[in-house]
């Protein structure tokens, strides 16, 4: 076995990368990194019925938009066929494998029976010995792999620790089909093998699976990697994760206005500690990633976490960063959680400006989204019931001396219009929220937003005093 280490995400496109199998792909990434080795994709195609393409961009995409990247060309293993059918017969050449002609009825049969004598319900091995020549007429035979009866097969896991079975638990699997396909078990063995793995971080459900590959393992005299099978995500109520706990796929959560770090950070902490640190850096995340540290209790899927942690992500970020992740996500999502018209060079560059007061308050993109649409709304402003009620006569009456005062600034910038605001109040004798929520309803059409002093300076001049005149008494 090489010295450099070598993991791989191996998942099915028989549906989008979901978020299990994305902090699967995550601590592989991570893993990999952290030793300096290489990191390997490989889509489990070899149901072609079920894998489709939209999957597969599915995967591609979620692997891409969360940042991690792969090592070499993407391995499709439906093309690898002749290879793995090779070692099947190098199994069976070497009498480590058997053809089996049972029948559908005849394995029904011996499960049933099994049950009915309170026995796991596997096969008994019944072609294990027989000649060929007792074959049926007509019936094509599937290669069954000849499994070990007696003593254990040992998994020194890196999560679980020891983990033992015993081989009498463990029948002789299909490793061909009738058809001359190659089934799972074998397949990702010699993909394994052949691709140089030496760690496979997985999901805890494919722990028997591990006892199954290491047989075929030793009997073809190859070293099986070091396994680290990683329990799975729960919901927050302890349940196994379903889509109303979060078992979406990656692509609804940038839907949903996630920060591809954050996402990170969060799925790495699920299952995996340092200490008592909760935010994580990309290289931050590689540096002191290790698999000995991942727990092996199951991980509790949160979105009020989630949220707080985007939250911070998008505090902590830079208005022009935001903009950017907010100019990518606009495709994906709905007509209706978009800006109320396709954006210009200049509305960015007002977008920009205004960041810095709108992501005080957003835990995600579509939240910010939704704060930023007054900047680009249509005059005359449509107002929510709260701007209506705050916006009385008085209010109005006052919008205009505003509007008078404001337009005889001769720098537009929040320090001047801070000053003539403040100026005006104390010359109505009024306390200066009294003075804010009339201006932040003509503004806005809402009764929040983030300062006012930063709303007028970002709309502009021109913009600010028309929606001040559109709502005054006398507009």
């Excluded at 450099?4 to 592989?28: C, D, Y």
């Excluded at 094509?140 to 999560?159: C, L, N, Q, Y």
Aim: charged fraction near 30%.
């Amino acid at each position: 076995m090489t010295s450099k280490v070598v993991t791989r995400f191996a998942p099915s496109p028989t549906g989008f990368l979901h978020i299990g199998g994305a902090r699967t792909a995550l601590f592989n990434w991570l893993y990999a990194r952290s030793k300096g080795g290489a990191f390997h994709l490989r889509i489990e195609d070899t149901d072609r019925e079920r894998s489709t393409d939209d999957a597969i961009e599915a995967i591609l995409d979620g692997l891409k938009w969360l940042g991690l990247d792969w090592d070499g060309e993407t391995v499709y293993q439906h093309t690898r066929l002749e290879r793995h059918v090779e070692v099947a017969n190098k199994l069976l050449a070497e009498g480590n494998a058997y053809r089996c002609y049972a029948s559908a009825e005849e394995l029904n049969e011996m499960r049933q029976a099994a049950r009915d004598e309170g026995r796991p319900p596997i096969y008994d091995g019944r072609w294990r010995d027989r000649d060929a020549s007792e074959a049926p007429e007509g019936v094509p035979p599937v290669i069954r792999f000849r499994s070990p009866v007696e003593g254990s097969t040992i998994i020194d896991d890196k999560v679980q620790g020891q983990v033992v079975f015993q081989n009498e638990n463990l029948d002789d699997l299909i490793i061909l089909r009738s058809d001359g396909s190659p089934t799972y078990m074998l397949s990702v063995v010699v993909d394994d093998h052949d691709m140089g793995v030496t760690h496979a971080i997985r999901g805890d459900d494919h722990l028997t699976n591990a006892a199954r590959q290491v047989q075929i393992y030793d009997a073809l005299g190859w070293d099986a990697p070091h396994f680290a099978h990683v329990p799975l995500i729960h919901g927050a109520d302890g349940a196994k994760l379903s889509k109303r706990h979060g078992a979406l796929g990656v692509e609804a959560y940038r839907s949903m206005g996630y920060l591809p770090d954050a996402l990170k950070n969060y799925l790495v902490r699920l299952g995996w500690s340092h200490g008592d640190e909760e935010i994580f850096s990309t290289e931050e995340m590689i540096s002191r990633f290790n698999i000995e540290a991942i727990g092996r209790s199951a991980a509790r899927f949160d979105f009020a976490k989630l949220e707080n942690l985007n939250g911070y992500y998008i505090r902590n970020a830079g208005p022009g960063a935001l903009v950017e992740e907010i100019s990518k996500l606009l495709p994906h999502l709905e007509p209706e959680q978009r800006f109320p018209r396709e954006l210009d060079e200049n509305d960015w560059r007002r977008l920009e400006l205004a960041m810095t007061g709108l992501q005080e308050r957003a835990k995600t993109l579509v939240d910010l989204i939704a704060s930023a649409h007054y900047l680009f709304v249509a005059r005359p402003l449509v107002l929510d019931d709260k701007a209506e009620k705050i916006l009385n006569d008085d209010a109005r009456a006052l919008l205009g001396r505003i509007a008078a005062k404001l337009a005889e600034l001769a720098d537009w910038t929040t320090d001047e219009i801070e000053a003539a605001v403040r100026e005006l109040a104390e010359e109505e004798g009024l306390k200066l929220g009294k003075v804010a929520q009339p201006l932040r309803a003509a503004l806005t059409g809402t009764n929040v937003s983030p300062g006012i002093f930063d709303v007028l300076a970002v709309l502009d001049r021109d913009e600010a005093l028309g929606r001040l005149e559109d709502q005054a008494l006398d507009g």
